[in-house]
């Protein structure tokens, strides 16, 4: 019996210890630097990576794309010091542990379509342009 639980112990010390070198390495590099302006103190990231929000010292939330290139900022006030985006990426929850609240706010993006060249039905100077998406492949 004595020699039985030796053997197992031994195939355990050689399976944990040569498993070990799986995961031992990691490799990473650099991809963005943000630029704040002032200390940040949360990020949350779009569930799709495309959004990259930077809560800062004095109430403002930087709004970065996915290669960190500035896209906007909300004034939000100094009163929260924590930030969680929804899983839809649609909303932003907003913690104050001081107050203990958590305030919502829903994002809309606005995107920028490019038409020109596309066919059209009406005056070409049109103040309003309505896109029309008939091909979903």
């Given amino acids: 019996m004595k020699s039985k639980c030796i053997g197992v112990l031994f195939s355990l010390l050689f399976l944990f ?3 070990t070198g799986l995961f031992a390495g990691l490799e990473w590099e ?15 990231v ?9 809560l800062a010292e004095g109430g403002i939330i ?4 996915q290669d960190g290139k500035f896209k906007d900022k909300i004034d939000i006030g100094t009163h929260v010091d ?4 929804g899983p839809r990426g649609e909303r932003l929850f907003l913690t104050n542990r001081k107050d203990k609240t958590v305030q919502v706010i829903r994002l809309d993006f606005i995107v ?4 020109s060249g596309s066919p059209y039905k009406g005056p070409r100077d049109a103040p309003v342009v309505i896109a029309v998406f008939d091909d979903f492949q």
């Fill in 17 to 19: 210890g040569s498993a």
């Fill in 30 to 44: 650099p991809q963005v630097s943000l630029k704040i302006g002032q200390p940040p103190l949360d990020v949350a």
């Fill in 46 to 54: 779009s569930p799709d990576g495309k959004h990259i929000f930077v």
């Fill in 62 to 65: 930087f709004m970065y794309d």
């Fill in 82 to 85: 924590q930030i969680k985006i």
């Fill in 112 to 115: 920028d379509i490019n038409v």
